[in-house]
């Protein structure tokens, strides 16, 4: 397996194992939906690691500790619709604080680009930074669209949270963003002729809502 730059792959038994449940054809939409949540908090947990604390002095009962707290205001949430809203509520969860913007963007059947159809941030959007959102990174062109406009509104540091990756569009976001911190729950093989993940999960859109 090829090691990318930027790319956090997590690993972790625990998401594997919710990954394996989600991943099964025969999970339904209400058990998919909260596993896609579960996962969606852990990969904040992670993507946070590297979060800078203003420093406070806490009492507590017993005595006073000088300690860290999160400036939640300067962090935003931008899921690609529709298969990024199933991480909202488990980021918000995390960060309850945090500014959420939308990003609308589905993948034309036929040639496989993306095609923006809604776009709306919070205004001081380039004053945050901005965690995107969407369970899978497949060819990476909704990736690419999403980052691209971000940086037109000025947003200087962006993280990516996805479910599963592929080699082909890891390679494609790193190279053209290499400042783009990536977490995934797993690097899968490959994209199949119809540029599904393999052996992905399926369509997450279709599943989280039921539609297929
Ligand atoms: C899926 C997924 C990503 C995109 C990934 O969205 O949620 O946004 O495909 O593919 P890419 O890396 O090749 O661009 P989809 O087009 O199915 O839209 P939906 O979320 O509305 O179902
Ligand atoms: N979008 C999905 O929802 N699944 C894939 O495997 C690829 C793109």
Redesign the pocket.
């Known amino acids: 397996m090829k090691d990318y730059n930027n790319v956090i792959e997590l690993n972790h038994p625990l998401i594997t194992h919710k990954l394996a449940i989600l991943r099964d054809k025969n999970t339904g939409t209400k058990e998919f939906r909260e596993l896609a949540k579960e996962i969606g908090t852990f990969l904040c947990f992670e993507a946070m690691s590297d979060a800078k604390l203003e420093e406070v002095i806490v009492e507590t009962p017993i005595d006073t500790i000088k300690t860290g707290k999160l400036d939640e205001d300067k962090y935003a949430f931008v899921p690609?619709?529709?298969?990024?809203m199933g991480f909202v509520d488990g980021v918000v969860s995390a960060i309850p604080n945090a500014k959420i913007g939308h990003i609308g963007?589905?993948?034309d059947e036929k040639t496989?680009k993306?095609v923006n159809y809604f776009f709306k941030v919070p205004k001081d959007i380039e004053n945050r930074e901005v965690i995107l959102l969407?369970?899978?990174?497949?060819?990476?062109?909704?990736?690419m669209d999403a980052i691209e406009l971000l940086k037109e509104k000025g947003v200087k540091k962006i993280k990516f949270l996805c479910m599963i990756a592929?080699p082909e569009?890891l390679e494609v976001v790193t190279k053209a963003h290499p400042d783009v911190k990536i977490y995934c729950a797993h690097i899968d093989d490959h994209l199949n002729s119809n540029?599904y993940i393999v052996p992905g999960l399926g369509?997450?859109?279709?599943r989280i809502?039921g539609?297929k």
């Open positions: 690609i619709l529709r298969a990024g963007m589905y993948r496989f993306p969407d369970p899978m990174l497949a060819t990476g062109g909704s990736a592929a569009g540029k369509d997450a859109g279709d809502y539609t």
